[in-house]
């Protein structure tokens, strides 16, 4: 309990000095984005090569990342499906809120979140890692694809999707450093450290672009996305770990650590990196920026209780 107090506190204090630095214009007008293109372009990245060029590729695939992985495929394609039906009742149709959406009500918090509470909640590290690899190797890929398409504003060819990873330095650093990994090759510290540097600063300047884009926002007021706003929050807060127990408990038959780290990777709140993802490619940014918001408000809660009763 005291790792996902301390985590949320962490999140929250750099979200404020963002806030912060929105309200009086210390950047400027454009610093959001400037601050949005600089996480994904440079700092993120370099975060990703050095976090998989020095992981263990030998206990990926586990009963826990299993859970995880069909509980966020389910919620994803749920999200899309109601979407699509929500949206064919009003007569509307946005893709790019249907495609954030999904991504805000699956795509966890687990570099910066993710990790404290694997610590202190799970009590080892390693359980964070394959949800880790899931999500950079091929759930944020997939996201970015869909994302690019939409930016575009038209469908790809099959030789542009083939293409589409050559565009994303998020997907080349991935690939770089999972290739290091499967290498066995063991990078001197000194050669990592520049990247360790830069890496550092991915999370942090995250959050103070996220801080900054809360400025004027409202993230309970009415509006045509809040219906977006609130299934995506309920499907992430709720339904994601619930799916989560019942595949794990009674498909997978898991118990103990294992089932606990299952819930409680599902449970972790969207990432701010889809808010990063929207801003990249102006795909509703603002239903992005509310859904990490709240669903990091909410998680602070839930967390609590799923380890209280598995724990």
Same mark, same amino acid.
């Given at each position: ?43 993120? $990245?370099? *975060? !990703? #090569?050095? +976090? @998989?060029?020095?992981?263990? =590729? ?6 826990? %990342? &299993? /859970? ?61 890692? $394959?949800? *880790? !690899? #899931?999500? +950079? @190797?091929?759930?944020?890929? =997939? ?6 398409? %939409? &930016? /575009? ?81 309920? %499907? ?76």
């Amino acid at each position: 309990m005291r790792g996902v107090l301390t985590g949320f506190a962490a999140i929250w204090a750099v979200t404020l000095v963002g806030y912060l630095i929105g309200r009086y214009g210390l950047l400027g007008p454009g610093g959001t984005t400037v601050l949005a293109r600089l996480v994904f372009f440079i700092a993120t $990245p370099a *975060l !990703l #090569f050095t +976090t @998989l060029a020095t992981s263990s =590729l030998g206990e990926v695939f586990t009963g826990a %990342l &299993a /859970a995880f992985v069909l509980s966020t495929v389910i919620v994803a394609v749920a999200y899309v499906g109601l979407a699509v039906v929500v949206s064919r009742r009003r007569d509307e149709s946005s893709h790019g809120e249907t495609a954030v959406g999904a991504l805000a009500s699956s795509y966890v918090n687990a570099g910066n979140l993710g990790i404290p509470v694997a610590a202190y909640v799970l009590g080892d590290v390693s359980f964070i890692a $394959p949800v *880790l !690899l #899931f999500q +950079t @190797l091929l759930y944020a890929p =997939l996201g970015l694809a869909v994302l690019d398409a %939409l &930016a /575009a504003g038209r469908r790809p060819s099959a030789r542009q999707w083939a293409a589409l990873p050559l565009r994303s330095p998020i997907m080349l650093a991935s690939a770089a450093g999972l290739a290091v990994a499967a290498s066995g090759w063991d990078p001197p510290e000194e050669a990592l450290r520049p990247f360790d540097l830069v890496g550092q600063a991915a999370v942090p300047l995250a959050l103070l672009a996220l801080g900054m884009s809360l400025r004027g926002s409202r993230p309970l007021a009415p509006g045509p996305d809040a219906w977006h706003r609130y299934t995506a929050v309920v %499907l992430k807060v709720i339904a994601q770990p619930a799916l989560a127990y019942l595949i794990g408990r009674f498909i997978l038959g898991l118990s103990g650590p294992t089932l606990l780290a299952a819930v409680v990777t599902s449970a972790l709140p969207t990432a701010q990196n889809v808010f990063v993802f929207a801003a990249r490619y102006g795909q509703a940014p603002g239903l992005a920026r509310d859904a990490v918001v709240l669903t990091t408000l909410a998680a602070a809660g839930t967390l609590v209780v799923i380890t209280t009763l598995l724990g």
